[in-house]
């Protein structure tokens, strides 16, 4: 199934918001040439010398639809997305949530999908049950043993459900740990009680593919987990609504949608990465709802926390 999705994101790479003649002067300018020729021309975006990502910070998640369509999937009444405003920001909604403003950086590892669950928990068990907490990426060693290499955010949310995540403080990012040490650890760092700091998701589900449904989510619930596929002037991102208009496919990628807007008239989603504060707009970006080459909208999680 990875493959086909692979397979149908090339195609649309064709059929999307691409631009050949831009294209081509991508593959013919300086890279100092063609970033000084992109931002001189009208394009909803900007760009800039990325800063140094593995290519694994790139293909970091696998997109599986079947398991991901026998998900839960919510929805919201047409009253609720009435009500919602034309322009959200998480960060503003829940000021008491700390974990709603943090960028973290996944570094030469494919671990996004743990950052896109993690985040999400993270901020859900604040709006959900009161609790501040920053849970453990590096808990989902205990998942699979090539966190790195990517793995199903779906199946992150149901290890949040049924195993539970503990703190960072009990258990911090720890890539080396990821990398050559790949064993599951049940101890914390700060001598605390390896199970008794776990915090648990109480169901996990799927957000419709659908403006007014996702508006209501981030909304009403909070934070949402996407997954999409990036291409490479996703990895120069600086600024502005993006879309992809240059560059070859990437891989797949996984990040935290925190709300909505339209900017000079472009209706966009609000998202944060994980490559840390020195890329895109210090570590957040926008990017075009409904852009048919990456599938933005297509496979976004969610879930709710357990007291």
Same mark, same amino acid.
């Given at each position: 199934?990875?493959?086909?999705?692979?397979?149908?994101?090339?195609?649309?790479?064709?059929?999307?918001?691409?631009?050949?003649?831009?294209?081509?002067?991508?593959?013919?300018?300086?890279?100092?040439?063609?970033?000084?020729?992109?931002?001189?021309?009208?394009?909803?975006?900007? &760009?800039?010398?990325?800063?140094?990502?593995?290519?694994?910070?790139?293909? /970091?998640?696998?997109?599986?639809?079947?398991?991901?369509?026998?998900?839960?999937?919510?929805?919201?009444?047409?009253?609720?997305?009435?009500?919602?405003?034309?322009?959200?920001?998480?960060?503003?909604?829940?000021?008491? /949530?700390?974990?709603?403003?943090?960028?973290?950086?996944?570094?030469?590892?494919?671990?996004?999908?743990?950052?896109?669950?993690?985040?999400?928990?993270?901020?859900?068990?604040? &709006?959900?049950?009161?609790?501040?907490?920053?849970?453990?990426?590096?808990?989902?060693? /205990?998942?699979?043993?090539?966190? /790195?290499?990517?793995?199903?955010?779906?199946?992150?949310?149901?290890?949040?459900?049924?195993?539970?995540?503990?703190?960072?403080?009990?258990?911090?990012?720890? &890539?080396?740990?990821?990398?050559?040490?790949?064993?599951?650890?049940?101890?914390?760092?700060?001598?605390?009680?390896?199970?008794?700091?776990?915090?648990?998701?109480?169901?996990?589900?799927? !957000?419709?593919?659908?403006?007014?449904?996702?508006?209501?989510?981030?909304?009403?619930?909070?934070?949402?987990?996407?997954?999409?596929? !990036?291409?490479?002037?996703?990895?120069?991102?600086?600024?502005? !609504?993006?879309?992809?208009?240059?560059?070859?496919?990437?891989?797949?990628?996984?990040?935290? !949608?925190?709300?909505?807007?339209?900017?000079?008239?472009?209706?966009?989603?609000?998202?944060?990465?994980?490559?840390?504060?020195?890329?895109?707009?210090?570590?957040?970006?926008?990017?075009?709802?409904?852009?048919?080459?990456?599938?933005?909208?297509?496979?976004?999680?969610?879930?709710?926390?357990?007291?």
């Amino acid at each position: 199934m990875f493959q086909v999705t692979l397979l149908l994101a090339l195609v649309s790479f064709v059929l999307g918001d691409f631009d050949a003649d831009l294209h081509d002067k991508y593959m013919t300018m300086s890279s100092e040439e063609f970033i000084e020729y992109f931002n001189s021309q009208n394009y909803n975006f900007k &760009i800039g010398s990325a800063p140094e990502l593995h290519e694994s910070s790139t293909s /970091c998640v696998y997109m599986d639809e079947e398991t991901f369509n026998n998900l839960p999937r919510i929805y919201h009444s047409p009253a609720v997305i009435a009500a919602a405003p034309e322009s959200f920001d998480a960060r503003q909604q829940w000021p008491s /949530c700390g974990s709603i403003s943090e960028v973290y950086n996944q570094g030469a590892c494919g671990s996004c999908w743990t950052f896109g669950t993690a985040t999400v928990a993270s901020d859900r068990t604040c &709006i959900g049950l009161g609790v501040d907490v920053r849970l453990s990426e590096q808990d989902f060693e /205990c998942l699979t043993k090539d966190v /790195c290499k990517g793995y199903y955010p779906q199946e992150a949310f149901n290890f949040w459900t049924t195993q539970g995540l503990v703190t960072q403080e009990c258990k911090p990012y720890d &890539i080396d740990k990821l990398k050559y040490n790949q064993t599951c650890t049940r101890t914390c760092v700060d001598g605390s009680s390896y199970e008794s700091n776990k915090h648990y998701g109480a169901s996990v589900y799927s !957000v419709a593919s659908d403006d007014g449904q996702i508006i209501a989510e981030l909304f009403q619930n909070g934070p949402i987990e996407a997954v999409f596929t !990036v291409f490479d002037d996703f990895r120069n991102y600086k600024s502005g !609504v993006y879309e992809h208009m240059y560059g070859g496919m990437a891989g797949a990628h996984s990040v935290r !949608v925190l709300g909505y807007g339209v900017e000079n008239g472009v209706p966009y989603w609000l998202a944060v990465n994980s490559y840390g504060r020195g890329w895109g707009e210090g570590g957040y970006f926008k990017v075009k709802r409904f852009a048919s080459d990456i599938g933005f909208e297509n496979q976004l999680l969610a879930g709710r926390a357990r007291n």
